[in-house]
């Protein structure tokens, strides 16, 4: 069984979904959406616990890493 890296010991995660928007605020606007809102509850209810860890692209930090 591999341990966790970077997170407290106890935490374990079973899944992971990785989502990308074309800029945060379409993020944003799914939030304020009436509709996402009224159904999100149920997500929120089948879960015991959740993370939403926001991440941006950079280029600069992209080509001043080699990655590319």
Do not use: M
């Amino acid at each position: 069984t591999a341990g966790n890296i970077i997170a407290p010991a106890d935490e374990q995660w079973d899944d992971v979904i990785l989502v990308e928007y074309p800029r945060f605020a379409s993020l944003q606007a799914l939030f304020a959406n009436p509709d996402y809102q009224a159904v999100v509850v149920h997500r929120t209810a089948a879960l015991v616990d959740s993370r939403l860890i926001a991440n941006v692209t950079s280029s600069i930090a992209a080509s001043s890493s080699g990655i590319e």
